[in-house]
C-alpha cells in the first residue's frame, strides 16, 4: 500500500488514487489497533492467570517441605524466589511472549512479500538473519549466567533484610542499626555491581545486532537506489522494498531483545522449578491406611535409629530406641542437651522419618497412614510459641478453621487466656502483631494452648515453657495443663520438677539411647544418670 501511494502521486488523476489508498491504509491502521488492543488483553490476562498458577503450586510444594528443609536456608531468600524470580517470569510470560509471536509473524511475512516482490534484493536483507542468530548464540549464555549471579544476589539482599526485620529488638537492644545497614548496603553494591557488568553485556549484544540490522538497510537502500536510476525498479517499489527490509531489521532487533529477556528469565525460572520438582523426603502413601477419627493414641518406637545427615561418618541423633507408651499415659523426656529428646518427638508427626525402624500410632506404621490424618491426630505445644499476625480469634482458631466463637471462648477459658484477652482493646479481635509480639511470653503461651485445647487431639506433644515465666503465668500454665492432658497421650520433654512429676513415667535419654526409664522415686534410688540430672538440674 505504501509504495503504490508513492506510485499514484506521479501519475494522472492522483488525487483520487491517493484517497483511495489513503482510506485503505486508515483501516488497516484501525483494524491493527483493535488487534493489538485484544492482542494484549489475552495475553496478559492469560499470562498473569499462569504466573498465579505458578506462585500457587510454589507456595504449595514449599510447603511439603520438611522443617529441615527450611533449617537450611533462609526465609527471605525463598521469599525472593515466590516473588522476585516470579516477577522476572511474570514479564516475559505477560507481555514478551506477545511479542515475540508478533514479531515472528512480521518477520516471516516481510520475508515472504519481499522475495515475492523483489526476489533480487532479497538475499542482501536476509544476510543480517544468520549473523543476529550468531550474535544472539555468542551474548546469550553470558547474558544467562549474568542474570542468575544477579537474582541471586538479589535473594542474598532479601535474606539480610528479613533476618533484620524479623530480629528487630535484637538489632535495636544490641545497638547494630548501623552494622545492619552497613551489611545490607555491601548485599546491594553487589547486585549493583553484577547488574552493571550485565548491562554492559547487553549493551554490546544490542550494538552489534542494531549495527547488523540497519547496516543491510543501509546496503539495501544503496542498491535499490541505483535499480531506480538504472529505470529497473519505480520510486513506489523502493519505498515497498525499503519499508519491508527495515521491517525485517526491526523485527530482529526485537527478536534479540526478547532472547536477551528470555536468557534472563531462564535463570529465575530455573530457581523457581528446583524448587517446584524437588520431591519432599516426606512422602504420602499411595494407598492410605484408615485412622479412626479419634484414635486411642498409643505409640510404639521400634528399634528406631535417625541421623540428620546420611553417612558413616555422620552422628546418630538417636540409636536403637524402644518405647511403647500406652493410650492416655503421660511420658516425660528427660536428658542432658543434645541427648535426643526434641529429635524423638519431631519423628511422631513425621516432621522427619527414622532412618531405621518402624513408629507407630495405634498398631500402624506411620508412613502408612494420610499424613494430613496423622497430623491432625497429634497436637504440639512447643517451648517458644509461634503466633501469626492476625487477630486472638484467628489465632486460637487456626487449630480448626470456622470453629465457632463459643468454642473458641471455651478453649481461651480452658487456658486461662479469656481473663487477659477480654482486657485487652478489641478483646478476641485485638491484633497479636509480627510473632505475637504484642503479647507477654505467659499470654502467648496461654494462646498456644487454646488453640491445642481446641484441636483436642489424640497424642499431645509439649515442649514445656514455663521455666523462663513469672510465678503468676506459670501457675495458670500449669493449671492449663492439668486439664490439656486428662485422655490423651502425652509425651513431653520436661525442663521442670514440677512436669517430672506429673508424668506416669520417666525416659531418660542419652547420647540418643533410653539409658533409663521408670518413676521418680525409683530413678531417684537407682542413683543413676537421672539421678545425677536431678541434683544438678531440678533441685530447688
Known amino acids: 500500500m505504501m509504495g503504490r501511494l508513492v506510485d499514484a502521486a506521479f501519475q494522472p488523476n492522483a488525487r483520487v488514487t491517493l484517497?483511495?489508498?489513503?482510506?485503505?491504509?486508515?483501516?488497516?491502521?484501525?483494524?491493527?489497533?483493535?488487534?493489538?488492543?485484544?492482542?494484549?488483553?489475552?495475553?496478559?490476562?492469560?499470562?498473569?492467570?499462569?504466573?498465579?498458577?505458578?506462585?500457587?503450586?510454589?507456595?504449595?510444594?514449599?510447603?511439603?517441605?520438611?522443617?529441615?528443609?527450611?533449617?537450611?536456608?533462609?526465609?527471605?531468600?525463598?521469599?525472593?524466589?515466590?516473588?522476585?524470580?516470579?516477577?522476572?517470569?511474570?514479564?516475559?510470560?505477560?507481555?514478551?511472549?506477545?511479542?515475540?509471536?508478533?514479531?515472528?509473524?512480521?518477520?516471516?511475512?516481510?520475508?515472504?512479500l519481499l522475495a515475492i516482490t523483489q526476489p533480487r534484493l532479497t538475499l542482501?536483507?536476509?544476510?543480517?538473519?544468520?549473523?543476529?542468530?550468531?550474535?544472539?548464540?555468542?551474548?546469550?549464555?553470558?547474558?544467562?549466567?549474568?542474570?542468575?549471579?544477579?537474582?541471586?544476589?538479589?535473594?542474598?539482599?532479601?535474606?539480610?533484610?528479613?533476618?533484620a526485620f524479623s530480629q528487630i529488638r535484637t538489632v535495636q537492644s544490641f545497638a547494630m542499626e548501623e552494622w545492619e545497614r552497613t551489611r545490607f548496603s555491601d548485599r546491594v553494591d553487589a547486585i549493583v555491581t553484577a547488574a552493571v557488568i550485565r548491562a554492559r553485556v547487553r549493551g554490546m549484544f544490542f550494538g552489534a545486532i542494531t549495527f547488523a540490522a540497519f547496516t543491510a538497510v543501509v546496503i539495501v537502500l544503496w542498491q535499490g537506489g541505483v535499480l531506480v536510476s538504472e529505470g529497473k525498479l519505480t520510486a513506489g517499489e523502493l519505498i515497498t522494498f525499503l519499508i519491508y527490509t527495515i521491517t525485517i531489521a526491526g523485527s530482529v532487533s526485537s527478536l534479540a531483545s526478547f532472547f536477551s529477556v528470555y536468557q534472563e528469565s531462564v535463570g529465575a525460572a530455573e530457581r523457581v522449578f528446583e524448587l517446584i520438582e524437588r520431591p519432599s523426603p516426606i512422602t504420602h502413601p499411595a494407598t492410605a491406611a484408615a485412622l479412626a477419627s479419634r484414635p486411642e493414641g498409643e505409640l510404639t518406637l521400634e528399634r528406631v535409629s535417625f541421623q540428620y545427615q546420611a553417612g558413616a561418618d555422620q552422628?546418630?541423633?538417636?540409636?536403637?530406641?524402644?518405647?511403647?507408651?500406652?493410650?492416655?499415659?503421660?511420658?516425660?523426656?528427660?536428658?542432658?542437651?543434645?541427648?535426643?529428646?526434641?529429635?524423638?518427638?519431631?519423628?511422631?508427626?513425621?516432621?522427619?522419618?527414622?532412618?531405621?525402624?518402624?513408629?507407630?500410632?495405634?498398631?500402624?506404621?506411620?508412613?502408612?497412614?494420610?499424613?494430613?490424618?496423622?497430623?491432625?491426630?497429634?497436637?504440639?505445644?512447643?517451648?517458644?510459641?509461634?503466633?501469626?499476625?492476625?487477630?486472638?480469634?484467628?489465632?486460637?482458631?487456626?487449630?480448626?478453621?470456622?470453629?465457632?466463637?463459643?468454642?473458641?471462648?471455651?478453649?481461651?477459658?480452658?487456658?486461662?487466656?479469656?481473663?487477659?484477652?477480654?482486657?485487652?482493646?478489641?478483646?478476641?479481635?485485638?491484633?497479636?502483631?509480627?510473632?505475637?509480639?504484642?503479647?507477654?511470653?505467659?499470654?502467648?503461651?496461654?494462646?498456644?494452648?487454646?488453640?491445642?485445647?481446641?484441636?483436642?487431639?489424640?497424642?499431645?506433644?509439649?515442649?514445656?515453657?514455663?521455666?523462663?515465666?513469672?510465678n503468676e503465668s506459670e501457675r495458670l500454665i500449669e493449671d492449663a495443663l492439668d486439664r490439656l492432658l486428662v485422655g490423651r497421650t502425652t509425651v513431653i520433654i520436661a525442663h521442670r520438677l514440677s512436669t517430672v512429676r506429673r508424668a506416669d513415667r520417666i525416659v531418660v535419654l542419652d547420647h540418643g539411647r533410653i539409658v533409663e526409664e521408670g518413676s521418680h522415686a525409683a530413678l531417684l534410688e537407682r542413683g543413676g544418670l537421672y539421678a545425677r540430672l536431678y541434683q544438678q538440674q531440678f533441685r530447688d
Open 19 to 112: 484517497d483511495r489508498f489513503a482510506l485503505l491504509l486508515f483501516l488497516i491502521v484501525v483494524a491493527q489497533a483493535v488487534l493489538n488492543a485484544v492482542q494484549a488483553y489475552l495475553l496478559s490476562s492469560t499470562g498473569e492467570r499462569a504466573v498465579a498458577g505458578l506462585r500457587r503450586t510454589l507456595f504449595s510444594r514449599l510447603l511439603d517441605q520438611p522443617p529441615g528443609f527450611f533449617a537450611d536456608r533462609r526465609t527471605g531468600e525463598l521469599t525472593s524466589r515466590l516473588t522476585t524470580d516470579i516477577a522476572q517470569l511474570q514479564g516475559t510470560v505477560s507481555h514478551q511472549i506477545a511479542e515475540f509471536s508478533r514479531q515472528v509473524l512480521t518477520l516471516a511475512g516481510a520475508v515472504t
Open 124 to 163: 542482501t536483507a536476509l544476510a543480517v538473519i544468520p549473523i543476529a542468530v550468531a550474535t544472539a548464540f555468542f551474548f546469550g549464555r553470558r547474558l544467562r549466567r549474568m542474570s542468575t549471579g544477579v537474582q541471586d544476589k538479589v535473594a542474598e539482599a532479601t535474606a539480610v533484610a528479613e533476618e
Open 315 to 470: 552422628p546418630w541423633a538417636l540409636r536403637q530406641v524402644d518405647l511403647r507408651v500406652p493410650a492416655g499415659q503421660i511420658v516425660a523426656l528427660v536428658g542432658p542437651s543434645g541427648a535426643g529428646k526434641t529429635t524423638l518427638v519431631s519423628l511422631l508427626p513425621r516432621f522427619w522419618d527414622p532412618t531405621d525402624g518402624v513408629i507407630r500410632l495405634d498398631g500402624q506404621d506411620l508412613r502408612t497412614l494420610n499424613l494430613g490424618d496423622l497430623r491432625r491426630a497429634i497436637g504440639v505445644v512447643p517451648q517458644e510459641p509461634a503466633l501469626f499476625s492476625g487477630t486472638i480469634r484467628e489465632n486460637i482458631a487456626y487449630a480448626r478453621p470456622g470453629a465457632p466463637a463459643d468454642a473458641v471462648e471455651a478453649a481461651a477459658r480452658a487456658a486461662h487466656a479469656h481473663e487477659f484477652i477480654e482486657r485487652l482493646p478489641g478483646g478476641y479481635d485485638a491484633l497479636v502483631g509480627e510473632r505475637g509480639v504484642k503479647l507477654s511470653g505467659g499470654q502467648r503461651q496461654r494462646i498456644a494452648i487454646a488453640r491445642a485445647i481446641l484441636k483436642d487431639p489424640a497424642v499431645l506433644i509439649l515442649d514445656e515453657a514455663t521455666s523462663s515465666l513469672d
